[in-house]
């Protein structure tokens, strides 16, 4: 048992070759279960979607259990959002078959598998210069299409019918989208006290996420590197040495690849 746990700790936190072929394993596997609950999120259940759902289910738990295995802070990883995240789609996942009826808050829960891109995002952190490079504006985007797809599920179930499916769908994706954006075309409105609170929350909290994504685009890039010495985290992308303490930084780059 020992040297199982060792093995799934290297898998996840070493630096040869096979754990770094693990962990983009892994990040492709995020990626597309995050698009499949995206896709799927209006269709109807079939034997077919259950099945593949459960199957889905099955693996997202065992990464979960894999994780906290080896966490070094137990309590730490347990209160982690996309820790908590998971354990509420593996619940709506496994749970779905015993229930006659796809009860619309499953499809909601579902909808938080995008909590987990920012999971996905420390990995990437960890293994590409390039987003290390282009993290703010990346991570900018991510709480963008999170944020947009979390509250068109939400949208979709407290306004539409099941009955709706893949158009209902796609109504509550551009009533989100025309709401967060203040376009406000009136054409699809909430007439309940609850919807027009969820249509401040969405003007809000979506108008911040435009300017913050709009910010990290056209600001002057820096990349995230802790300075040894003062602790300073943000630095041009070429710099050697701290503009706060002028201490010596080892940054990684690709190097010129001029000719």
């Not at 938080?112 to 290390?132: C, N, T, V, W």
């Not at 010495?229 to 630095?235: I, K, Q």
Request: hydrophobic share 50%; glycine share 6%.
């Amino acid at each position: 048992m020992q040297e199982l746990h060792r093995t799934i700790r290297l898998l996840y936190s070493g630096q040869s070759q096979r754990a770094r072929r693990f962990r983009y394993g892994l990040i492709i596997f995020d990626a597309l279960t995050i698009v499949y609950f995206v896709a799927t999120a209006a269709l109807p259940m079939t034997p077919f979607t259950i099945a593949l759902n459960t199957g889905l289910g099955l693996l997202i738990f065992l990464d979960l259990a894999a994780r906290l295995w080896i966490s070094e802070n137990l309590r730490r990883e347990l209160t982690r959002i996309y820790t908590l995240a998971d354990l509420l789609v593996v619940l709506s996942l496994l749970l779905a078959p015993l229930i006659a009826e796809n009860f619309g808050f499953l499809r909601v829960l579902r909808g938080l598998r995008l909590i987990h891109a920012y999971h996905l995002l420390r990995d990437l952190r960890r293994e590409s210069l390039f987003f290390r490079r282009h993290e703010d504006a990346i991570l900018a985007a991510v709480n963008l299409f999170v944020f947009i797809f979390v509250t068109t599920s939400f949208v979709f179930v407290l306004a539409f019918n099941e009955e709706a499916s893949i158009a209902g769908y796609v109504d509550a994706l551009y009533f989100t989208v025309a709401t967060l954006t203040t376009t406000g075309f009136g054409d699809i409105t909430m007439t309940t006290t609850g919807g027009k609170l969820l249509s401040v929350f969405i003007m809000v909290v979506g108008v911040a996420l435009f300017v913050q994504l709009a910010r990290a685009i056209f600001q002057p890039s820096k990349i995230k590197y802790k300075c040894p010495e003062c602790g300073l985290n943000r630095h041009e992308p070429d710099a050697i040495h701290c503009k706060h303490c002028g201490g010596s930084l080892k940054i990684e780059t690709e190097g010129d690849t001029g000719t």
